[in-house]
């Protein structure tokens, strides 16, 4: 039976789909078309597409253990609940779903609130499921980077309130280790949820410290206009999206995303090596390794 990879073709999914691999798992990865993407010798890619039913009921019909992870789309809800609905029907009884930090806080942002949505349904029909609620992920700024070097500002309007940023191979990380940790059990597992947090909080004018740093030129933190924001996300994507970002950045400027006490030493016995910092990633990102 093999570990089904929802999402893989993205930057957690791909880093999932290695990290199994490396593990000797049986990895299938659920793609709209073969081909397009490369994936890991050993891995067999599964054609279907998340809202086609009978497409999804025979990609999930050989599968023991499923990772779900949606991208943010109009639909990522209806596409999240069809395929827990099938993947219950199918026997699935290994689950490892990828949600957002604070989802039942941020009520007002759409793709926050429908992750809660998928969480109430795996409590309320008990699936056994782990639950991964990461936070900001450092990788969002590889987005800006161009920006912090051409013009000396950091642009995205975190605000003061903290954010434990989280690279996402450590998600990746706990991913991997979770969807093992079940799959490899005799009998499903009971059902927990994991914060996915950085070693400490940043804000707006800290992360312009490390980049600062690392460039040795000073950085500016670009402030907390969130209309500026939303209309120059505008500018690359759909305004809807946009208009999503916008109500995120807003959550964040308000609390914050900081985990519950513990939740990183808890994350660090999970993957075995220590959460990396963003001063790690902005080095990474800047030499390249």
Known sequence: MSILVIGATGTIGSLVTAGLVEAGAEVHTLVRQAGKREFPAGVTEVVADLTDV?????????????????????????????????????????????????????????????????ERMIESLDLPATILRPAYFMQNDL?????????????????????????????????????????QAPAALER????????????????????????GRQITYGGDDLAAFEAQLATYGPAWLAYDMRLMMSGIQAFGMRASEGAERRLESIIGHPLRTYEDFVREALTGS
Not at 159 to 177: C, K, L, N, T
Not at 194 to 207: A, I, M, N, Q, Y
Request: charged share 20%; glycine share 4%; proline share 6%.
């Open 54 to 118: 009978p497409s999804m009921r025979a990609a999930l019909a050989p599968v023991r253990t499923l990772f779900l992870l949606n991208a943010v789309t109009p639909d990522e809800v209806t596409q999240a609940l069809i395929t827990l609905n099938l993947a219950r029907e199918a026997g699935i009884e290994r689950i490892v779903y990828l949600s957002v930090i604070h989802a039942d806080r941020f009520t007002n942002v759409p793709h926050f609130t429908g992750k809660w949505a998928v």
């Open 192 to 215: 927990i949820t994991l914060e996915l947090v950085g070693p400490r909080p940043l804000t707006g004018e800290s992360v312009a410290q490390v980049w600062s740093s690392a460039l």
């Open 143 to 183: 987005m800006v980077q161009q920006t912090i070097e051409n013009y000396a500002l950091y642009p995205m309007p975190i605000g003061s309130a903290g954010v434990a940023m989280i690279d996402a191979r450590d998600i990746a990380d706990v991913a991997v280790a979770e969807l093992l940790r079940r799959d």
